[in-house]
């Protein structure tokens, strides 16, 4: 009887000591997955796995630390998803945003606005595009506006061409120089300045050729006079 009692005890012993060591493996065990599973919801995603890791190789034939494993891969694969496409979104944004401002320093004002434009689809948040296409949008309108004048300006001083161009075929040289010199004004031409001069030379002509018809006709009307009045040798004079 004494050897079965410590034969019983030796086995108490050993079994105890089994027990033991199986509470032990039991608590890391139990530690691993609850350090894990804080891990997890704090988005910890690779220090997560290799708590569960740990815990699988503590019981390799458990369930939960494999499907937590699982779960954090499908995580970080939807994290490396979601940080290259956001890479990728950059990368699209910049890209824009260097030919737009390529064409900007260019004075390409629509194909700039047009690139700002998908630049802000992009990232619609951004500001620095949405600045860009309200500083284009006023040098356009101011564009437009010169554009604009510069039109009114050369209806203007086509109508004042046309008609110093009338006058002078009409001969009337005084009104084409005055014509002439109004759309000097507006545009100083040199085709114009040209005209100017030739109106005034033939003004001058003109001028002194009506001065020469009247000096004459005031001779011929006193000749008459004395004529009539029967001065004939004054008349000849």
């Known amino acids: ?21 199986e509470q032990e493996k039991q608590t890391r065990y139990d530690n691993l997955m609850k350090e894990g599973n804080d891990l997890f919801p704090a988005e910890s995603w690779e220090d997560a796995k290799s708590k569960y890791e740990e815990a699988l190789t503590v019981f390799p034939n458990e369930q939960e630390p494999k499907d937590k494993i699982q779960e954090v891969e499908d995580k970080l694969a939807e994290l490396a998803d979601a940080e ?29 606005k047009s690139k700002y434009e998908e630049a802000s689809k992009v990232f619609p948040d951004e500001q620095e595009p949405k600045d860009k296409i309200a500083e284009i949008d006023a040098k356009l309108a101011a564009l437009a506006e010169a554009q604009s004048e510069e039109a009114e300006k050369q209806a203007q001083f086509d109508a004042l061409v046309a008609e110093a161009n009338t006058a002078f075929d009409g001969e009337d040289y005084e009104l084409a120089e005055q014509k002439y010199k109004e759309a000097f004004a507006i545009f100083p031409k040199p085709e114009i300045q040209e005209r100017i001069d030739r109106s005034n030379e033939l003004l001058k002509e003109a001028t002194r050729r009506e001065q020469g018809e009247k000096q004459f006709q005031k001779i011929i009307t006193k000749a008459e006079e004395k004529f009539n009045a029967g001065d004939l040798e004054g008349a000849l004079d």
């Open 84 to 112: 290259a496409a956001a890479a990728a979104k950059q990368e699209r944004y910049d890209g824009l945003m260097q030919e737009a401002n390529s064409l900007f320093a260019a004075e390409s004002w629509e194909g700039a």
């Open 1 to 21: 009887p004494k050897d079965k009692i410590a034969e019983i005890d030796e086995k108490l012993a050993a079994l105890a000591e089994a027990q033991a060591a």
